[in-house]
């Protein structure tokens, strides 16, 4: 996350003296602050320093892709609710990248004005050479703000940098799969969702969404379909704001009805779970999922911000 808020980077000092910025709590504690722990991308070192990693993640390094520069296009441009938009862009070569994982987008502006902002792609890995990207459009938000306004256009040349993240989908694992988007965050929880049913594999699978108003909900009929053909998806819209009006879906917070659900499935920590949405949702869904017995390395998630912050949007 490079905001000190998602753990993974999380290790003990052995030596050095480095002071941390600003961090979560969650991310890291009190007792293991004063015991030597300490999270790498909060750290200005003062010395040479030695660590003992603690996310020593093997499947991660085994599946390591080198981050490479490609050229391309943005080909389609659509409006999926009031304040959600898609966009695909074709490259002029191939890239190879996992479900759930994101790139670095650059493109200039009609009026000149170079923009770089991090996507996660909703296409899945077998698409090598039209990327689907799910965006907000924030109030502020330089990049989706052109899009609307005309300042990128369909036709615009941009420069895709990538990939990135560790957020990608784990391959033959026991339990149920498990995932959590708000918003844009649909994007890379749609491409593990494909990517999970074309390879075959037999799990149950839990979709949580969560939005406002039936207004927000956007790719129904795509899912639709896909449930009629996977007996064994289950999707799950959880809507915070129907005063009044007619739904008998799931009502309130995302991380609430979740919270329902595994207790229903008695799954006690067993299955991987797949999250991205903003950083409320992420933090009200960890302790969540810790209550309901999952380890960190059953917990993959992106926490989406906006480009004042560290990370840009996803």
């Known amino acids: 996350c490079k905001e000190g808020q998602c753990s993974a980077c999380k290790c003990v000092l052995l030596e050095g003296e480095v002071d941390m910025l600003k961090y979560s709590t969650f991310a890291l504690n009190d007792m293991e602050k004063d015991s030597g722990h300490i999270l790498l991308c909060r750290s200005i070192a003062y010395s040479d320093m030695q660590v003992e990693l603690l996310n020593y993640d093997e499947e991660v390094l085994a599946k390591s892709i080198a981050v490479k520069t490609f050229k391309g296009r943005i080909s389609k441009f659509e409006h999926l609710t009031h304040d959600i938009r898609g966009i695909e862009i074709?490259?002029?070569?191939?890239?190879?990248?996992?479900?759930?994982?994101?790139?670095?987008?650059?493109?200039?502006?009609?009026?000149?004005?170079?923009?770089?902002?991090?996507?996660?792609?909703?296409?899945?890995?077998?698409?090598?050479?039209?990327?689907?990207?799910?965006?907000?459009?924030?109030?502020?938000?330089?990049?989706?703000?052109?899009?609307?306004?005309?300042?990128?256009?369909?036709?615009?040349?941009?420069?895709?940098?990538?990939?990135?993240?560790?957020?990608?989908?784990?391959?033959?694992?026991?339990?149920?799969?498990?995932?959590?988007?708000?918003?844009?965050?649909?994007?890379?929880v749609w491409s593990i969702l494909n990517d999970h049913l074309k390879s075959g594999e037999k799990r149950d699978v839990y979709f949580f969404y969560g939005a406002r108003t039936p207004s927000d909900l956007f790719y129904l009929d795509r899912i639709t379909e896909l449930a009629g053909s996977h007996p064994e998806l289950n999707f799950i819209p959880v809507l915070s704001h129907v005063n009044g009006e007619a739904?008998?879906?799931?009502?309130?917070?995302?991380?609430?009805?979740?919270?329902?659900?595994?207790?229903?499935?008695?799954?006690?920590?067993?299955?991987?779970?797949?999250?991205?949405?903003?950083?409320?949702?992420?933090?009200?869904?960890?302790?969540?999922?810790?209550?309901?017995?999952?380890?960190?390395?059953?917990?993959?998630?992106?926490?989406?911000?906006?480009?004042?912050?560290?990370?840009p949007a996803h």
């Open 90 to 188: 074709e490259l002029g070569s191939p890239i190879k990248f996992w479900a759930g994982q994101y790139v670095d987008i650059t493109v200039t502006t009609q009026k000149g004005e170079t923009i770089t902002r991090s996507f996660s792609m909703a296409n899945t890995p077998d698409q090598t050479q039209k990327l689907s990207f799910i965006i907000k459009k924030y109030p502020e938000g330089k990049f989706s703000g052109e899009l609307d306004s005309g300042g990128i256009r369909v036709g615009a040349e941009v420069t895709v940098v990538g990939p990135y993240g560790t957020c990608f989908r784990r391959e033959e694992r026991q339990g149920p799969l498990i995932l959590v988007g708000a918003g844009s965050g649909m994007s890379p």
């Open 247 to 311: 739904w008998d879906g799931e009502r309130g917070f995302v991380h609430q009805s979740v919270d329902a659900k595994l207790k229903q499935l008695a799954v006690d920590g067993q299955g991987d779970v797949y999250a991205c949405g903003p950083p409320p949702m992420i933090d009200a869904l960890q302790p969540v999922l810790f209550m309901n017995g999952f380890e960190t390395e059953r917990i993959f998630f992106d926490r989406f911000t906006t480009s004042s912050s560290a990370t």
